[in-house]
């Protein structure tokens, strides 16, 4: 199984901090119709669910649905496909933010 890249979209202002706001995410995503938001992320593997709070922007390529998590002033989303590289700077480009591997 291939491992997955984890890269976070982020902003910081002059002491390093990350800026992203939960709101200010909200209304960027809400406006795109492809993203669709949810405060839990679910995933079965092995026959085990999990099932995970938080704040996600669930958006899907060929069927399998990405994650964009929100988290602590940073959007978290692990590359798995050519095209989730493309959205991830996409949607940096879109909030004026870096994206980052990390």
């Not at 890269?7 to 002491?15: M, N």
């Not at 899907?60 to 978290?76: A, S």
Request: hydrophobic share 40%; charged share 25%.
């Amino acid at each position: 199984m291939k491992m997955n890249t984890r890269y976070k979209i982020t902003r910081h202002d002059a002491e390093g901090n990350p800026t992203l706001k939960l709101e200010e995410c909200q209304s960027f995503f809400a406006a795109k119709s492809d993203f669709e938001y949810r405060d839990f992320y679910s995933v079965t593997q092995d026959g085990v669910n999990m099932k995970i709070n938080g704040h996600f922007f669930m958006w899907q390529i060929e069927g399998v649905e990405i994650p964009f998590r929100f988290f602590e002033g940073e959007i978290y989303v692990a590359i798995s496909h050519p095209a989730v590289m493309e959205k991830t700077m996409e949607v940096a480009r879109g909030m004026e933010a870096n994206y980052i591997e990390g």
